[in-house]
């Protein structure tokens, strides 16, 4: 079954739609869904290695895009719909003292957010609960989200066939890998902010 699924991910990597697709998970993960981008793009980077450029632009696009949507819930709906997203993550105690305390530093937490698997979104609706400035919120997911998702990019596009070689020899040990780093940005979520 789990080579069935690898299988239709690296067919699916060609298909026209596949970048919407893409774009519409990147964008919902920086805005309120748990599905990362991540198991798309590396079976679209390793089917297309020519095209990663391309693939982690729309990334970054779309988790740019998605992550005003983010600032929004917080600025605006912070009581009740941004609350309960923190809630699903167990961060309420811990937003109430990031909000007491984190405006001198706040910009440098995006950053060091962007860079990592954890949730996103978690930032994105802190930051405009916060008011933090929309410039800063602006050049801080630029730069994190684009070096993230150019990172995977440029490793995929240099070293694709050997990534492929490895995951397509080690699948059940790969995904189980992938599980364990998505559902443990979850887990180590309250433990960083």
Known sequence: MLKRAYDWCVSYASHPAAPWLLFGLTFI??????????????PMCIARPDRAWFYAG???????????????????????????????Y??????????????DYWFWVLVTKGLTPIPF?????????????????TIGMVVSRATFFLMIAVALRFYGDDIRIFIEKHLPMTA??????????FFVLPMVL
């Open 90 to 103: 167990g961060l309420q105690d811990k937003a109430a003292t990031l909000i007491a305390t984190s405006q």
């Open 176 to 185: 189980l890998a992938l599980v364990v780093v998505i559902v443990g940005g």
């Open 58 to 88: 729309i990334c970054s696009l779309g988790a740019v895009l998605g992550g005003y949507l983010g600032y929004a819930i917080g600025a605006l709906l912070y009581e009740s719909v941004g609350a309960w997203l923190i809630g699903i």
């Open 121 to 137: 979104k978690i930032v994105t609706i802190m930051s405009g609960f916060l008011h933090f400035d929309l410039w800063k919120f």
């Open 29 to 42: 993960e920086s805005s309120f869904s748990p599905l990362p981008p991540i198991p798309l793009l590396i």
